[in-house]
């Protein structure tokens, strides 16, 4: 387990926009994929986004389509998470994640690697 590392939450008001970063350890590992999922308080895991390492594929889950936008950098080791129009409902901690798979951030939120997380409240 590599520990990622994000920055970027804060509280925001309903439609507000936030911007999330993760930060993996350089010439440790190269992830083929990295991205978000997030978890509410008494709420499962979900995914968010993710991207893979040429930056050419996202994937997004339903409710992020639309309003979130995630990107990675040319070195292949940042992740942002760029999001608009933000609800009550998108209140929850955020989990910066990597993994070879893709599927296993944004479906399954079992990825290999993740860290501490950052808390975004709407209200």
């Known amino acids: 387990h590599v520990q990622l590392v994000e920055s970027g939450g804060g509280s925001v008001q309903p439609g507000g926009s936030l911007r999330l970063s993760c930060t993996a350890p350089?010439?440790?590992?190269?992830?083929?994929?990295m991205g978000w999922f997030r978890q509410a308080p008494g709420e499962e895991r979900e995914g968010v986004a993710a991207?893979?390492?040429?930056?050419?594929?996202?994937y997004y889950t339903n409710f992020a389509k639309g309003r979130f936008a995630i990107s990675r950098d040319k070195a292949k080791y940042t992740v942002h998470l760029v999001m608009n129009t933000l609800k009550p409902e998108d209140t929850g901690m955020y989990y910066c994640?990597?993994?070879?798979?893709?599927?296993?951030?944004?479906?399954?939120?079992?990825?290999?690697?993740w860290g501490q997380g950052t808390q975004v409240t709407v209200s």
């Open positions: 994640a990597a993994d070879q798979r893709c599927a296993a951030i944004v479906q399954t939120t079992t990825p290999r690697h």
């Open positions: 350089p010439n440790i590992f190269s992830p083929n994929c």
């Open positions: 991207v893979d390492a040429a930056g050419d594929s996202q």
